[in-house]
């Protein structure tokens, strides 16, 4: 067993049988949520878990761009190269397409993070997202989103209860 290897255990009635799987073959996700700050320089610090859950083949980096509801998304790289595969399935003939295209790559921007973890937030993202200094980091599965405290409290209260999404919950076998 490796570096690499993960150990996932089945328990039984008198015994333990467990399987040796690489950790490639594990899809780690981000989850949680964690606060932070902005540095003087607008740096913030990708919360550790995240940061060990990052694929190498990503090399440290995300991209960073707008998100849909007044925050910012992290995707790891590889991620964010399906984001670009789907979106070259748009029509460039189709202006709606092309704005939509165009809203989503214009504020996309390579992020790789330094030997203290920290990822620069470049200033127009900051102040799309009303980002000064706190900052909400909420793992939503395959990608990281960043909020304003203040932003993501007032739409917490405009949300609906999760009795609400009992629909939902059962298309996903929840």
């Not at 409290?153 to 009992?166: A, G």
Request: some cysteine.
């Amino acid at each position: 067993m490796g570096n690499n290897s993960i150990i996932v255990g089945e328990c039984g009635e008198k015994s333990h049988n467990y399987t040796y799987m690489s950790a490639e073959k594990i899809n780690i996700s981000f989850t949680g949520e964690y606060y932070n700050t902005l540095d003087s320089k607008n740096r913030l610090s990708i919360p550790a878990k995240f940061r060990k859950a990052l694929s190498p083949i990503n090399n440290r980096t995300f991209v960073l761009t707008r998100g849909f509801d007044n925050c910012l998304l992290l995707y790891p790289v590889s991620e964010w190269s399906k984001v670009e595969e789907q979106l070259s399935f748009l029509s460039s003939m189709k202006g709606r397409h092309r704005n939509f295209i165009r809203s989503i790559v214009r504020h996309a921007s390579y992020a790789q993070y330094d030997s203290q973890g920290r990822i620069l937030i470049p200033e127009n993202l900051g102040e799309f997202a009303n980002i000064d200094k706190d900052v909400t980091v909420i793992g939503v599965i395959k990608k990281i989103e960043l909020w304003s405290p203040s932003v993501l409290e007032d739409l917490d209260k405009k949300s609906q209860s999760l009795d609400k999404f009992e629909d939902l919950a059962d298309e996903i076998s929840f």
